[in-house]
């Protein structure tokens, strides 16, 4: 349940910032945030660990700012993979990604329960 909850608070991240970044277009139904929310996990779960390997000598020169690039490769990864859903370029991809991660984790804190 907490996992459904997290893609629709994912969902929700990605359509706010598809109204405020003017380089990211979304279709106007709901499943296709949904479907973003959803690719964009599994990309991270499969792909992501490849591409941090593939990149460990640039992203240690770069004291792992080069993860920032490969965030924004996964995101215009997801643009090809899915028809309803734009990235203009790898800068849009990139500031997607950092609001994307941010405004997740303040969704994300509603879900945390309370440990007494």
């Known amino acids: 349940m907490k996992l459904l909850m997290k893609l629709v608070l994912s969902?929700?991240?990605?359509?706010?910032?598809?109204?405020?970044?003017?380089?990211?277009?979304?279709?106007?139904?709901?499943?296709?945030?949904?479907?973003?929310a959803f690719?964009?996990?599994?990309?991270?779960?499969?792909?992501?660990?490849?591409l941090i390997?593939?990149?460990?000598?640039?992203t240690i020169l770069t004291l792992g700012l080069f993860l920032l690039v490969v965030n924004a490769l996964i995101i215009?990864?997801?643009d090809k993979l899915i028809d309803g859903f734009q990235v203009s370029s790898i800068w849009t991809a990139i500031l997607f990604s950092l609001l994307l991660s941010f405004l997740q984790s303040i969704l994300y804190s509603v879900l945390k329960e309370d440990k007494k």
Do not use: E, H, Q
């Open 11 to 36: 969902a929700i991240a990605v359509i706010i910032l598809a109204k405020l970044l003017p380089g990211v277009t979304l279709d106007d139904t709901f499943t296709t945030p949904l479907i973003v």
């Open 39 to 50: 690719i964009l996990a599994i990309l991270n779960v499969l792909v992501k660990p490849i």
């Open 53 to 58: 390997i593939l990149t460990l000598p640039i």
């Open 76 to 78: 215009l990864l997801a």
